[in-house]
């Protein structure tokens, strides 16, 4: 087969989830699948060694150079005219957003149904802080609305979040697979003389204490003023005890900040920017322990990530991260600051339990990896070969066995939470 594959976020200078998830699949693609061929779709020249030297993968830029409404110029007009150019037998559309009305056969990875679910109030369009945020949300929600029933497929990171999209979206549950996502190889527990060496490097650089709990996020979803309270609590138990916490957001950082003042802790609590992967390796291996009480997570790298490194992890019992660290990390139950503070007093007071979780969370790690990943991807890929499924989606439906047309979606979502349970 040709297919091709937005890769927009393979050359985006932007880092996270999606560029996460494009760079390691790609590159995973490229070592296990010479059988078929790969044309990439990037967002700008290549400035390094991203693109496959694979005689089965071909690059093309496809850029737009109008602010405000590069991407939504690029993916629903140039885009699609590069796609009629080459003529693949599939497109894969690794972040969420596809072309609306796009007439060939598709699949699209949909990571979460977040943008789907935010109601995206009206008045943050006339803050300037807000406004890109705004446009990307409503641009994103509108191109999914408008473009998922026409895939061929959807693919998803984690079991949790199949769920929220058939039930949201109205789907047969057959429509979505789940192709688990992996921390990057560069996440591995490091030997001690490269610690001390980092831990040393870094106290000169940033004043990065000897033992610190890390804590990573901003967005309120991931709780980071419940961690900042349930560190107060146990702060004066353990005097030598830092808190490090990774803000790439400036407005939140500085209320942050301000949380800390008021609570007498600031001397004790080191804020910083958004960092590099390799810092990042860093600070995962010199941390005591990761805590990560966000409460929702389509899959949750950043604790994969910490497990991988050998770091003791705490999390929140909550969407995706059960799935994915099963019993490598501490669980709670609630956003509650005593349960937090007790589960860091538990990690810290107990050597065996710690060791446990520590191997638990390396071998957990070992088992999602991105050849995986992409073995069932291309496993989407062979069961959507065009001489056996249809291209439209309404002869697809036709295909499924037994699928109930003239349901409301009330009743077909209760048939199939009862299939589930039977």
């Known amino acids: 087969m040709k297919i091709a594959l937005d890769a927009r976020f393979l050359t985006h200078p932007q880092v996270g989830g999606f560029k996460t998830y494009t760079e390691n699949l790609v590159g995973a693609l490229s070592a296990l699948d010479c059988e078929n061929e790969y044309i990439l779709y990037t967002d700008r020249p290549s400035t390094a060694d991203l693109i496959p030297h694979n005689a089965n993968f071909t690059c093309r830029v496809v850029n737009s150079s109008f602010p405000w409404v590069k991407m939504p110029l690029r993916e629903q007009v140039k ?27 598709y699949i699209v990875t949909l990571h979460d149904t977040i943008q789907i679910e935010s109601t995206n109030a009206l008045w943050k369009i006339f803050s300037t802080a807000n406004s890109r945020h705004w446009m990307i949300t409503a641009y994103s929600k509108w191109a ?25 979206l109205d789907l047969p549950s057959d429509k979505v697979s789940v192709t688990h996502l992996a921390a ?37 979803r991931k709780n980071i003023p419940l961690l900042i309270n349930s560190f107060a609590r146990v702060a004066s138990s353990y005097p030598e005890l830092h ?25 004790r609590v080191l804020f910083l920017k958004k960092q590099p992967p390799e810092t990042l390796l860093h600070l995962y291996n010199l941390a005591t322990l990761f805590v990560y009480p966000s409460e929702r997570e389509s899959f949750g790298l950043p604790p994969l990530e910490a497990i991988a490194c050998g770091t003791p992890t705490i999390a929140l019992n909550r969407s995706s991260l059960p799935e994915i660290l099963q019993d490598a990390a501490v669980m709670i139950n609630e956003k ?19 060791q446990k979780r520590i191997e638990r ?31 439209k989606l309404s002869d697809w439906r036709n295909n499924v066995p037994n699928q109930p047309q003239n349901l409301s979606r009330s009743r077909r979502s209760a048939e199939r939470k009862k299939s589930a349970a039977d």
């Open 336 to 354: 509650n600051i005593e349960l937090l503070a007790g589960a860091i007093c538990t990690l810290l007071n107990d050597p065996a339990e710690r």
């Open 184 to 220: 990057n190889a560069l996440f591995r527990p490091a030997a001690a003389a490269a610690k001390t060496a980092w831990l040393k490097r870094l106290a000169a650089e940033i004043n990065l204490p000897s033992s610190f709990i890390l804590g990573i996020g901003y967005e309120p």
């Open 243 to 267: 808190l490090v916490l990774v803000v790439a957001h400036e407005p939140t950082r500085q209320q942050l900040v301000s949380q800390t003042e008021t609570l007498g802790i600031s001397g």
């Open 79 to 105: 885009l699609r005219q590069v796609i009629h150019e080459d003529q693949p037998d599939l497109v894969h559309f690794l972040c969420n957003t596809a072309p609306v009305f796009f007439q060939g056969r």
């Open 361 to 391: 969370g390396l071998a957990r790690s070992a088992e999602l990896t991105w050849q995986n990943c992409a073995r069932k991807t291309i496993d989407v890929y062979r069961s959507l070969d065009p001489q056996k499924v249809p291209a």
């Open 144 to 168: 999914i609305m408008n473009s998922f029933r026409a895939a061929s497929k959807l693919i998803t990171v984690s079991h949790f979040e199949k769920e929220k999209i058939v039930d949201l």
